[in-house]
């Protein structure tokens, strides 16, 4: 029998663009088209986001493919970029949470997604009472957003919403998201990531890749690949699990293909990460003795959510690490905070006597599957 290796199998960047593009081009004209759930949002939009939706129009809604909202706080006048945009979704969003004076930008390489975005600019520009208008898509792939005409240091915040897992070398397109960011700025991601590294086999599949699944990262190789690029300490702010192996809500034939090609019982992950450009975040996080307070300044946002475990109630101080203190005075955050001085270092920040004061158990797991490597968390410590 003929044995094929891995790098014999993988697939050319152009062979999976093509094979991406006919998928969501042609293939899936509905979300209801998808074999399995991966590539749709279960949870909730927060409030601030779901106000908007009401105003997007219904086409541009009814091609929506995403695993999460990508949508973060505090947008008013910032530059956005969402990659993969797609129908536009996301973009028209943004458009009128950053407001009249704000930009949002659309990468997306489906012909026929970009032409129903295109489509609906007059129609949202009024919908928001925009007399110019603040968005624009451009076709272009994420590895190589320069031809796209995405400056460095050129967006505050990335976006992109079950994208990044069908696209071939992560690590590139992690490196020109990093690019493009502007010291202090954001992304904000939603992802779908696996407990394992998967076979090249499932990979070749182009439904399996197409689903969001084969192509989706192993969390701790995530976890490297941020760190290597330059995002040291990305949050978790939502996360789910599936097990469609098992899943009798998917049909047997495709659930029969990803047991033999993925296993029975691999786990994928819906996952919102948020990650900030930013000089002098540690690997660990350490104790200044600082504390941060929400001052209520965000319009609509009674305490702010940093992640799934840190949440700032509005006059309320709390202590923090110097990597949490960091992601709030040196961001768009800053005239929404006050944020005490870094003083005399007391060792390893330790999360567990603050517990109290956050959300919840320890999730800020940043970006793979062992616990405590977030903010104000020291490995193992929770």
Known sequence: RHSTSACDMMKTNAQLHQEVSEYYGSTIQKTEDLECG??????????????????IHEEVLTKFYGCGS?????????????????????????????????????????DEQLAIANRYIPYHMEKFGYSTP????????????????????????VISNCVLNLVSDKRIAFQEIFRVIKPGGELYFSDVYVDRRLPASAKEDKVLWGECLSGA????????????????????????????????????AFREKLQELCGEDVTFYSRTYRAFKLEGLEDRCEDYGQTATYLGTIPGIEAFELDSTHVFKQGTPQRVCGNTALMLAGTRFAPHFSVTPRGEHRGTFACEEHAGEHAGPCACSGAGASPCRGACCQQGSC
């Open 38 to 55: 991966a590539c749709v949002c279960s949870s909730k939009p927060p409030p601030h986001v779901r106000a908007v939706l009401s105003e």
């Open 134 to 157: 603040n968005v624009e898509f451009r076709k272009g792939v994420i590895e190589d957003l320069r031809t796209a005409g995405i400056e460095d240091n050129s967006v505050d915040i």
């Open 217 to 252: 990262l192993y969390t701790e190789d995530f976890r490297r690949i941020m760190a290597t690029v330059g995002f040291s300490e990305p949050l978790v702010v939502s996360s789910s699990e599936k097990q469609p192996g098992r899943d009798p809500n998917v049909t047997p």
């Open 70 to 110: 990508p949508i973060p706080q505090c947008l008013d006048g910032q530059t956005v970029l969402d990659l993969g945009s797609g129908t536009g979704r996301d973009v028209y969003v943004c458009s009128k949470l950053v407001g009249p004076n704000g930009r949002c930008i659309g990468i997306d390489m489906t």
